[in-house]
């Protein structure tokens, strides 16, 4: 299947890549299917893009990418919520704010969206119980 974006061209997905949040996403409630693929200029980052709005796509990255030993406890709760059955299961992104300067590009290192990659189901969570930063620079430091 084909998805022609706004900004970011025909993006190609099968049935079985739409993800979907029941809760939808912070700032987009309404919308619960997305994709997530690879951005073609940077394989670092990818894009989660709606499959409901063509206007809306999320640049993401791997959170083990920006910090080593990032890490978190998923309840019990969310585990049976999400059909996690092994970490295995799950891939982890955060949501990146780009800026036209490289030293403003940040990530949100508190709410990580989750994602059950064998059920198709993701959702964003905020931690409570960990100290990440909302606005953590990507380029720390390397200019």
């Known amino acids: 299947m084909k998805l022609n974006t706004k900004y970011h061209g025909v993006l190609s997905y099968e ?52 910090l080593k030993d990032y890490e978190f406890d998923l309840s019990k709760i969310k585990e049976h919520e999400l059909g996690i059955k092994s970490q295995k299961d799950i891939i982890v992104v955060n949501t990146v704010h780009l800026d036209a300067k490289l030293e403003n590009i940040t990530v949100n290192l508190k709410a990580p969206i989750i994602i059950n990659k064998n059920e198709n189901i993701g959702e964003q969570l905020i931690l409570d119980k960990v100290d990440y930063p909302i606005k953590y620079p990507l380029f720390k430091g390397e200019f």
């Not at 809760?23 to 409901?52: D, Q, T």
């Open 15 to 66: 049935k079985e890549d739409i993800i979907m949040f029941k809760k939808g996403i912070p700032g987009f409630e309404k919308l619960r299917e997305f994709i997530l693929v690879p951005a073609e200029e940077n394989k670092l980052f990818y894009l989660l893009h709606s499959l409901e709005n063509i206007n809306i796509g999320i640049v993401v990255i791997s959170p083990f990418n920006v």
